[in-house]
């Protein structure tokens, strides 16, 4: 397995940023690093969370995104108005393979597409009077939903409605909850700021009036935070949890409910799989109803076991003797998985390239299967993610924050990875310079890829596409341009 030294990092992160204006370059060399695991804080060697320049090819969201896209949208009971013009809400549509339970219009609705439809009037003379109206519509069309999101667009921030007025009025009219969520996309440099305005949503109009509500708990209750059920993510690993003697009371926002997020300062643990869009709920619940919390990572076998024992070790010996009799059931199939994929996947090179937690999460999952991740990164990170993943990754690997077009193509064509594992926006440029990859955001229309389960079905994707033969008819840059173009030795 080829490894490219700390000098031969330094020299590719200058020779890219060359291209740039000296201010331009100035700014992006605080992005791009080199991992270095005695460094304790991450914010010593590499910038997040800043607006990204003008000019340059960023592959972020915005806060829209974040929190209609992510944190609201999987939430099936409720219905999800992106109060606005259409673009957004359809966009936003579907488009992320949040599997749920139930009755599609009926008694979930997160695939269907709800707006308000904003046209120049609405801009001139206000959208209060129509979302008033659109509220009592859906409300009349569809009267099994539990509630209802405002998640408002650019111009609802820009000419002032007061969504919050309507939803207070509204939601005493009809007895359900209504939430407003100023959630703009003009707001913060990402879409991690809607995550942070969503949870403070969730916080002020769901748990807290919540607060008082009987519930009849037990000493093993737990709940599955950040969890957006992509391709059946939360259904496996909630098998795990209740097969070691948990009861899983609320999981969200994949395949989540109102009441189920109502319930969640009723867990005696938050178990939190996405740390960047739900640390913030986890930490108020912490704060005012002593509920702890912890991240947990179900990718990967090795992953897997050091968080079931983690998360039994908060409980008696019961749970954690569960955890062990889930751990030995488990193994002859996942061993199984590892003997079939890793002869033909070991000493592969990933580069990794995705949002939330998956640029760490993941690549214990890569390492099972014998697979190096030699480059790496977030498209909205903040420092303390970067701070998880120096350990994650080897010394001299390279790490690149919103990382722009130009240069995640100019570090590919040069360290030459086997697979690259990003979203669907580098996905056919890629491929079209004859390198397989994984769009990690959905699975790639695939999935589930926690628990165990999803371990048999991630090395199968990864071999399958490594190893599919359409690849030997296609000639990657490098051997366009010349070996001599390339950093790392094959």
């Known amino acids: 397995m080829s490894e490219m030294t700390r000098e031969q990092t330094e020299a590719l992160i200058q020779e890219v940023l060359e291209v740039y204006p000296e201010k331009a370059q100035k700014d992006r060399a605080k992005h791009l690093t080199i991992n270095d695991q005695e460094i304790e804080k991450s914010s010593k060697c590499i910038t997040s969370n800043r607006k990204s320049l003008p000019g340059v090819m960023t592959i972020r969201g915005c806060a829209y995104a974040g929190s209609k896209g992510v944190v609201w949208g999987p939430v099936k009971d409720m219905i999800h108005l992106s109060h606005g013009p259409v673009g957004c809400g359809q966009y936003s549509r579907a488009g992320r393979r949040n599997y749920y339970v139930g009755n599609t219009g009926v008694d979930t609705f997160g695939t269907i597409n709800f707006t308000s439809d904003f046209q120049e009037k609405d801009i001139v003379f206000g959208g209060d009077k129509k979302l008033n109206k659109i509220v009592d519509e859906i409300n009349m069309l569809f009267p099994l939903a539990k509630g209802l999101s405002i ?71 737990v709940t599955i935070i950040g969890d957006y059920n992509i391709g059946g993510d939360a259904w496996a690993s909630r098998i795990l949890l209740e097969e070691m003697g948990l009861r899983v009371i609320a999981q969200w926002s994949g395949d989540g409910t109102l009441a189920e997020m109502e319930n969640t300062p009723k867990a005696k643990l938050n178990l939190l799989h996405c740390y960047r869009s739900m640390n913030y709920i986890s930490r108020y619940m912490e704060e005012k109803f002593g509920v702890p919390w912890m991240e947990y990572n179900f990718f990967g076998p090795t992953k897997i076991e050091e968080s079931l024992r983690a998360i039994a070790a908060q409980f008696d010996d019961k749970i954690k003797e569960g955890a062990e009799k889930v751990i030995e059931k488990y193994k002859p199939q996942w061993q199984a998985v590892v003997d079939k994929y890793r002869p033909r996947l070991e000493g592969k090179r990933v580069m990794l390239y995705v949002g939330g937690l998956r640029p760490r999460h ?51 064509k040069r360290v030459k990875p086997d697979l690259i594992g990003s979203g669907i926006k580098e996905k056919y440029i890629f491929q079209k310079m004859g390198i397989p990859f994984r769009q990690m955001h959905s699975w790639d229309y695939s999935g589930p890829y926690h628990g165990y389960d999803g371990f048999a079905i991630f090395a199968r994707d990864m071999d399958m596409t490594l190893n599919n033969p359409c690849w030997d008819s296609m000639t990657p840059p490098w051997k366009r341009m010349g070996d001599e173009t390339a950093i790392a030795a094959e």
């Not at 111009?155 to 007061?162: E, F, S, V, Y």
């Open 151 to 221: 998640q408002s667009e650019c111009p609802i921030g820009l000419i002032g409605d007061d969504i919050e007025a309507v939803a207070k009025q509204k939601g005493k009219e009809l007895n359900k909850t209504i939430v407003p969520v100023r959630c703009e996309g003009f707001r913060g440099v990402s879409q991690s700021l809607g995550h942070h305005i969503a949870n403070d949503a969730i916080r002020d109009w769901v748990i807290d009036p919540a607060t008082g509500k009987e519930f009849e708990s037990t000493d093993y209750d």
């Open 362 to 412: 993941i690549i214990g999952a890569y390492e099972d299967l014998g697979m190096e991740v030699v480059g790496t990164g977030y498209e909205f990170a903040h420092n303390d993610d970067y701070d998880r993943t120096i350990a994650e990754v080897g010394n001299a690997t390279l790490i690149y924050d919103d990382v722009t077009g130009y240069e995640f193509e100019e570090f590919v």
